[in-house]
């Protein structure tokens, strides 16, 4: 069988990341990336990628000018709360809007550069060993790096289960024409119909929006209800290509395991619950595993096929876990407390009239909401002010 340091299976952001994290910590070492796909290929998203992101990937050597090239750079946010509580302000630094087939073959194409090889295989099965894990009987890895999506073949060959459905939610998402007034302008809005629910229009350039609308899984919304919440919300819209996704929401993320098969992005339920954001959280788990991986046993003697494996992996999961705790753990305590006390459309009202009222508790919100940031006495302070 073929010998591999890491293999990453899923090409996606989180797997993309995971792999350009392996060969910035270990040059030279073998990395493998396996997704069932050919690339570029679309993917069920918002399309929109918070600074933040592109900070991390930055931090892998990757330019992300060049990344979101083509794409235009989106300075400000319109919010509209449950109660009708409008704000738009510009963020603390632009957003980028980037289509997932164009942003993930981009970034799979860094990887590839840097030193990963890409082969197109669905896994079926893994069993780990002394050594390492063996994939499908074809290869071994020291480490594998599971970034393969919520429906992770590689979190079920575990023994892990997937989220409950009051833990998952699904989004309905396709192409139109911006809505008028929109240019440089994301737009979020929601209603206390159906709550929590909301409804969102990103710009991608040439007057074209990214459209979606999604709500939780336990509401058993069917697709008609979805479309039909979507025009209701953005009334005029005239989406094309709709198609719908589950996503796994960070209030039911597994464990992750010891040993030296890692989890990463969607594959370990890290979907911000407030918003459904989850690039950040997968370039950001993505790297924190790379670095696990070479950490946890890999050393960069590997040469792909007929390589000879040395010893397993078997301490990445351990520091997998510490370096998941250390850089998320208090973000996601505070985003799900948000999540939780958001059920309540009142509170949202609350917390969009402080955003309207003051700047920082504006960007306090994104922060929390997109990226890594955490819940303050001046947000909560102002929000229960502006309760009614």
Known sequence: MEAWDVVVVGGGPAGSAAALSVLRHRPGASVLVLDRA??????????????????VLTGLGVDTAQLVAGHPLVPRLRLRSPGGTTVERAMHRPAAVVPRAVFDGRLLAAAQAAGAELRRHTVRRLQVTDDGVE?????????????DGAES?????????????????VALRGYAPELPGQAGVQVIT????????????FPIGNGRANVGYGELVSSRATRAELVAGLHRLLPGVA??????????LSTGRPRQPDGPVLLAGDALSLVNPLTGEGIFYAVTSGALAGEAAVAGGVRGQGGGAGGVPGQGGGGAGARHR?????RLGTHL?????????????AVMDGAFRAAAHDQRVFDEVVHLG????????????AAVRRLR
């Open 38 to 55: 050919d690339f570029p290929r679309d993917k069920v998203c918002g399309d929109g990628i918070a600074p933040e992101a592109l900070d």
């Open 190 to 201: 929601t209603t206390d119909q159906r709550w929590p629910a909301y409804a969102w229009s």
């Open 322 to 326: 510490r370096l998941l705790r250390r």
């Open 135 to 147: 994939v499908d009987g074809l290869l071994t890895a020291r480490v594998l790096i599971g970034a």
């Open 333 to 345: 305590v505070h985003s799900g407390a948000a999540s939780w006390v958001s059920r309540w459309p």
């Open 239 to 248: 989406p094309e290509g709709l198609r719908a996704h589950r996503l796994p």
């Open 370 to 381: 997109l990226a890594d940031g955490r819940l303050t006495g001046r947000s909560l302070a």
């Open 153 to 169: 073949v590689v979190r079920r060959a575990l023994g892990m289960a997937g989220n409950r459905p009051h833990q998952l939610a």
